[in-house]
């Protein structure tokens, strides 16, 4: 049974920074391209940024480019969104999600490439 368990949301002031994770457990981690998205009230799931199996192919959405960093350990399982510089606008739930595909180098950008999701983190930048 695929989980994605997503930690480390908050509360932070503007400028602030937060480390989000993702721990993956019920298939090959290691082998799958990985993503995170963000969902705020009254709007619809928008990529954030995403990693192909290896990390070495990763993007992000205009909006958060140069301030979040996507990162993984597949030794550990685990999926990491690094934020920094977070502003108001960045507040939402953030989603970790898994494509089924193996051993692609892409990395995904739209939320029906996705084929599992975790429950989501909660990120409130306040002003």
């Known amino acids: 049974q695929v989980q994605l368990v997503e930690s480390g949301g908050g509360l932070v002031q503007a400028g602030g920074s937060l480390r989000l994770s993702c721990a993956a457990s019920?298939?090959?981690?290691?082998?799958?391209?990985m993503g995170w998205f963000r969902q705020a009230p009254g709007k619809e799931r928008e990529f954030v940024a995403g990693?192909?199996?290896?990390?070495?192919?990763?993007g992000y959405a205009d909006s958060v480019k140069g301030r979040f960093t996507i990162s993984r350990d597949n030794a550990q399982n685990k999926l990491y969104l690094q934020m920094t510089s977070l502003k108001p606008e960045d507040t939402a739930v953030y989603y970790c999600?898994?494509?089924?595909?193996?051993?692609?180098?892409?990395?995904?950008?739209?939320?029906?490439?996705?084929?599992?999701w975790g429950h989501g983190t909660q990120v409130t930048v306040s002003s």
């Open positions: 999600a898994a494509v089924t595909s193996y051993y692609s180098g892409n990395y995904y950008s739209t939320v029906h490439e996705y084929d599992y």
């Open positions: 019920g298939f090959t981690f290691s082998s799958h391209s």
């Open positions: 990693s192909s199996w290896s990390g070495g192919n990763t």
